[in-house]
């Protein structure tokens, strides 16, 4: 089992990127009804750190290469008490922009709890160079999994721990690789050149371009009553599609609409103009 290797040309960049900005690291919150010890939470890290053996690398520097290396503590668990229910969202938005200190590890996990309130929300961070969103989800359901049957009593002795997954070099199948992909490669992007030359896309505005060091992620958060969600689910087991999907193409129609409407606006200012210009060249 080779878990010590060099980082693929992604994952360096990834790593890049982290060392800028925070805001690239995989963010995933869960909101727990209930009560959520912070002593039965650390004994699940602690299975989920043996049975993923990428969770106990980190990314260390030789000479002029970036390379995962085993051998960290625990994965960090912050243990955070507020007043309201609301601010949890400060926690997320805080944990957003923080960079993983990939040197020591490649995760950490942050536990929020309330006064008064019975409920608790669960965040894990960890590094994109070996995580994405459908995995960091899978890992919550783990996570929650492991910590129901410890506060049962029912907790196995014997877990495995899983392979980690090879470079993405050895995934991808061998028509994507060598010369023959490079072509491949270098005429889809020619082709995507001339569509963009004859096709000129619409984009959303942006104030001003900072420095990528400067930049800052945010988060608008939606709650979806019960049948809205009902209906969701409905419609998305008739398309044959999942509920990210369906959530994905959403929020693309709301851009597209509001790229239309910015569009349909200036067209009609430019109707105006001219035709106030027609209408003054007829008085004189």
């Known amino acids: ?14 790593e890049v990127l982290n060392r800028c900005s925070g805001s690239f690291n995989v963010v995933t919150i869960s909101r727990v009804k209930g009560a959520l010890s912070e002593e039965i939470l ?16 980190r990314i260390v520097e030789t000479l002029d290469s970036l390379c995962f290396e085993v051998g960290v503590g625990k994965i960090p668990l912050r243990l955070i008490c507020k007043q309201h229910s ?15 200190e990939s040197d020591k590890g490649l995760a950490r996990a942050v536990l929020i709890t309330f006064h008064d309130e019975n ?7 960890l590094h994109h160079a070996i995580s994405d969103g459908l995995s960091n989800v899978q890992l919550h359901s783990e996570i929650l999994t492991y910590c129901q049957k410890i506060a049962a009593g029912k907790i196995e002795d014997d877990i495995p721990s899983l392979l ?3 470079p993405l070099q050895e995934l991808v199948p061998k028509s994507m690789l060598g010369k023959i992909a490079a072509i491949k490669g270098i005429l889809s992007l020619l082709r995507s050149q001339l569509k963009f ?17 400067l930049r ?21 087991r008739k398309e044959k599609t ?13 851009v597209a609409r509001k790229i239309r409407a910015r569009v349909e606006q200036t067209y009609a200012l430019v109707v105006v103009r001219i035709s106030i210009y027609e209408n003054v060249s007829n008085q004189k």
């Open 1 to 14: 089992m080779i878990v010590n290797r060099e980082l693929t040309a992604v994952e360096h960049n990834i």
């Open 197 to 213: 030359l004859f096709y000129r896309h619409e984009t959303l505005d942006f104030e001003k371009c900072v420095p990528i060091e």
């Open 119 to 125: 409920i608790t929300y669960l965040l894990t961070i």
């Open 42 to 57: 650390r004994q699940a890290l602690d299975l989920i750190q043996f049975r993923h053996p990428r969770l106990n690398s």
């Open 216 to 236: 800052r992620c945010g988060m608008l958060h939606r709650r979806l009553d019960q049948e809205i969600t009902t209906q969701l689910l409905e419609a998305c």
């Open 86 to 100: 609301e601010q949890w969202q400060e926690v997320v938005l805080e944990e957003l922009n923080q960079p993983i």
């Open 164 to 166: 980690p997954l090879p």
């Open 242 to 254: 999942t509920v990210q999907c369906a959530l994905c193409a959403a929020m693309l129609f709301a």
